[in-house]
């Protein structure tokens, strides 16, 4: 059975910038930015333009991906999407991505494969990645996490708990096999569906007739506010995340039989700065051994790891020999961890 790797990486924001006093004098939010960056870290984000979606911006990061894999666009054998954002309710952004990559031109009909499982989407797909990959059935696959929270987001005063926090942007990763001793040496999963309404976009629900609600017996009509927009019970998320990101991460060091030390680089999942911080505390973690970007881009769900990831390649502080960890926990409540030499 081969190893698997991530071969390459890449990452991609929308170009516009718009920065915590931007919310406030662009948005009309009540808000500060001394108020965002206390509680969450988060100075600025960025918000792709009307038209773009999760599966364009994942375009960009997953070229550069496979061009800093060494490879060609048509070497790839399957492609994995992560996203809470997709265009549209199905399909899935997976095969968006396909046909805008050029795969479909190329006669190169290969299987993609959706993850919903929100902020952590992306170590669930390194886990399917490397799975998949170990079993040789394929060999290069893509792995894209993407988000247009932008599009979702209420900007106005009434959401700024939520609105305030989240990003645009996408990064991508190639997993491909290896004889070498290196790669994804493991990964823990969980979840726990009876918080699975704590932090949810309740847009429709199926089991009503109609399954959106509206206000006109033709079936025109609003969405009432609480369903159009994602809703959080944030304290409650706050807790879970600092207590379920410390256990899954000891659980993964547990199963590889490492010690918490041999750990060289962490990349948690992006959702607040403060929460990175505690969980850095209570295990011990000095400083220099953890990165964030959430500064810069604030949460953008299942695209902050790989974007984070890219992002420590490209400056050097990611190289080969380093065991590095990824942690992340998000909406279900899921969560996962996964224990990488690169
Ligand atoms: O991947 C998972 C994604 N989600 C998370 O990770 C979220 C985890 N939770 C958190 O990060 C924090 O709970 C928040 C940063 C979201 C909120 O911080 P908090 O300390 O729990 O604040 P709160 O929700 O209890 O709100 C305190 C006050 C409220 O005002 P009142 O009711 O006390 O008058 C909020 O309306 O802060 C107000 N508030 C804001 N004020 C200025 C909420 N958002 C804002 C804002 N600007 N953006």
């Given at each position: 059975?081969?190893?698997?790797?991530?071969?390459?990486?890449?990452g991609y924001v929308p170009p516009r910038i718009v920065t915590n006093d931007d919310l406030r004098?662009?948005?009309?939010?009540?808000?500060?930015?001394?108020?965002?960056?206390?509680?969450?870290?988060?100075?600025?984000?960025?918000?792709?333009?009307?038209?773009?979606?999760?599966?364009?911006?994942?375009?960009?990061?997953?070229?550069?991906?496979?061009?800093?894999?060494?490879?060609?666009?048509?070497?790839?054998?399957?492609?994995?999407?992560?996203?809470?954002?997709?265009?549209?309710?199905?399909?899935?952004?997976?095969?968006?991505?396909?046909?805008?990559?050029?795969?479909?031109?190329?006669?190169?009909?290969?299987?993609?494969?959706?993850?919903?499982?929100?902020?952590?989407?992306?170590?669930?797909?390194?886990?399917?990645?490397?799975?998949?990959?170990?079993?040789?059935?394929?060999?290069?696959?893509?792995?894209?996490?993407?988000?247009?929270?932008?599009?979702?987001?209420?900007?106005?005063?009434?959401?700024?708990?939520?609105?305030?926090?989240?990003?645009d942007g996408a990064g991508a990763v190639v997993v491909s096999p290896t004889e070498e001793d290196?790669?994804?040496?493991?990964?823990?999963?969980?979840?726990?569906?009876?918080?699975?309404?704590?932090?949810?976009?309740?847009?429709?629900?199926?089991?009503?007739?109609?399954?959106?609600?509206?206000?006109?017996?033709?079936?025109?009509?609003?969405?009432?506010?609480?369903?159009?927009?994602?809703?959080?019970?944030?304290?409650?998320?706050?807790?879970?995340?600092?207590?379920?990101?410390?256990?899954?991460?000891?659980?993964?060091?547990?199963?590889q039989k490492i010690d918490q030390s041999d750990i060289d680089l962490f990349l948690f999942h992006?959702?607040?700065?403060?929460?990175?911080?505690?969980?850095?505390?209570?295990?011990?973690?000095?400083?220099?051994?953890?990165?964030?970007?959430?500064?810069?881009?604030?949460?953008?769900?299942?695209?902050?790891?790989?974007?984070?990831?890219?992002?420590?390649?490209?400056?050097?502080?990611?190289?080969?020999?380093?065991?590095?960890?990824?942690?992340?926990?998000?909406?279900?409540?899921?969560?996962?961890?996964?224990?990488?030499?690169?």
């Amino acid at each position: 059975m081969p190893n698997a790797y991530i071969s390459g990486t890449g990452g991609y924001v929308p170009p516009r910038i718009v920065t915590n006093d931007d919310l406030r004098t662009q948005y009309g939010m009540d808000t500060t930015h001394e108020w965002i960056v206390q509680r969450t870290g988060i100075e600025q984000r960025h918000f792709a333009e009307e038209g773009i979606c999760s599966a364009d911006m994942g375009v960009h990061a997953a070229e550069k991906a496979i061009a800093n894999a060494g490879l060609e666009k048509t070497d790839i054998d399957m492609i994995i999407f992560a996203t809470l954002s997709p265009r549209h309710a199905f399909p899935g952004d997976g095969v968006y991505l396909q046909e805008k990559l050029g795969l479909c031109a190329a006669g190169r009909f290969i299987p993609a494969l959706d993850i919903r499982n929100q902020c952590s989407g992306f170590v669930y797909g390194l886990a399917t990645a490397s799975s998949m990959v170990q079993s040789g059935q394929v060999k290069h696959v893509l792995l894209v996490g993407g988000e247009t929270h932008s599009a979702a987001l209420d900007l106005s005063t009434r959401g700024r708990t939520v609105s305030s926090l989240f990003g645009d942007g996408a990064g991508a990763v190639v997993v491909s096999p290896t004889e070498e001793d290196r790669g994804i040496r493991g990964w823990y999963l969980g979840a726990d569906g009876r918080y699975a309404d704590v932090l949810a976009q309740r847009v429709w629900n199926m089991s009503k007739r109609p399954y959106v609600p509206t206000r006109e017996e033709d079936g025109v009509g609003e969405v009432a506010p609480e369903m159009l927009w994602a809703n959080m019970d944030g304290k409650l998320v706050f807790k879970n995340a600092v207590e379920r990101m410390i256990q899954c991460y000891m659980q993964a060091c547990f199963d590889q039989k490492i010690d918490q030390s041999d750990i060289d680089l962490f990349l948690f999942h992006q959702a607040n700065l403060r929460i990175n911080q505690m969980v850095a505390q209570m295990l011990n973690i000095p400083e220099e051994k953890t990165i964030h970007n959430i500064q810069r881009y604030g949460n953008t769900t299942a695209a902050t790891i790989p974007l984070l990831m890219a992002e420590a390649v490209e400056t050097g502080r990611l190289k080969p020999g380093m065991k590095v960890a990824c942690v992340a926990f998000g909406s279900g409540f899921t969560w996962g961890s996964a224990i990488i030499d690169w």
